[in-house]
């Protein structure tokens, strides 16, 4: 059923609109063949997606800083791949992953579908918890920046979804009330619950299927969004 009261839709980015594993995957394909590391991709990417799913759950939750979020997921994949990378190794890696991973730009299918079919009846915003110096890079390198008003951040809110504050952040930055903005994001506990515990409604990107959740819109395809929007 449609929401005929909704005036701004909010996007999360990573993960939602822009294939964060695919671009992922090709940047470390690119810097370890820069770097001459003789660890086979596929391998690394086996260990390292875990582990640096739950240092973001850390650094949501602020137990982890961004410079020890960079540099644990790539020494903690290391390890598990029986790998000894020197501290410089590291360190020049973690450089280089955020400088080429706005190289590649590929986005979930049906992205500039679903812009272009809400671009004419919605304001559109974005909140991401994506750094700062890359999250405009990969709009711009995308080709889909043009389709948003604003864009919100957890560095320029000083504080990262779920928490509430950087929803009403971007709120007064968009110049929107909670009753008429609905939020769409992957993830359950920051997008989703973070939306609706700040008065957002909100719509579950489920892509990979998973269990279903009572309650909570959710859609498996961009495109389903048309069934609510």
Same mark, same amino acid.
Request: charged letters at 25%.
């Given at each position: 059923?449609?929401?005929? =009261? ?5 996007? /999360? ?9 695919? #671009? ?6 690119? !810097?370890?063949?820069?770097? #001459?590391? $003789? ?17 973001? *759950? ?28 020197? /501290? ?9 992953? !955020? ?20 671009? $004419?009846?919605?304001?559109?915003? +974005? +909140?991401? #918890? ?19 008003? %604003?864009? %919100? ?6 504080? *990262?979804?779920?928490?509430?504050? +950087? ?12 009753? =008429? ?9 920051? /997008? ?18 998973? $269990? ?7 859609? #498996? %395809? ?8």
């Amino acid at each position: 059923m449609k929401n005929r =009261e909704i005036k701004h839709v909010f996007f /999360d980015l990573d993960h939602t609109l822009w294939d964060f594993e695919k #671009n992922s995957a090709l940047t470390f394909h690119k !810097i370890f063949e820069l770097h #001459n590391v $003789p660890v086979e991709t596929q391998q690394f990417l086996e260990v390292y997606e875990p582990i640096n799913f739950e240092y973001w *759950k850390l650094y949501r939750e602020e137990k982890v800083t961004k410079e020890k979020l960079r540099y644990g997921r790539l020494r903690d994949a290391f390890a598990a791949v029986n790998f000894e990378a020197s /501290d410089t190794l590291i360190d020049s890696l973690s450089e280089d992953y !955020i400088n080429y991973l706005t190289t590649f730009n590929h986005l979930f299918e049906g992205t500039f579908d679903i812009l272009d079919y809400l671009k $004419p009846k919605y304001q559109l915003h +974005i +909140i991401t #918890n994506g750094f700062e110096e890359a999250q405009q890079r990969k709009m711009d390198n995308a080709e889909i920046a043009q389709y948003f008003k %604003t864009v %919100t951040n957890s560095e320029m809110a000083g504080v *990262k979804k779920p928490n509430p504050f +950087i929803f009403n952040y971007a709120l007064e930055v968009a110049d929107a009330q909670a009753e =008429e903005s609905i939020m769409i994001g992957d993830n359950l506990e920051a /997008d989703v619950h973070g939306a609706i515990n700040a008065g957002y409604d909100a719509i579950y990107f489920n892509n990979r299927s998973e $269990p279903s959740q009572d309650q909570i819109k959710e859609v #498996n %395809t961009l495109n389903e969004i048309k069934n609510y929007l």
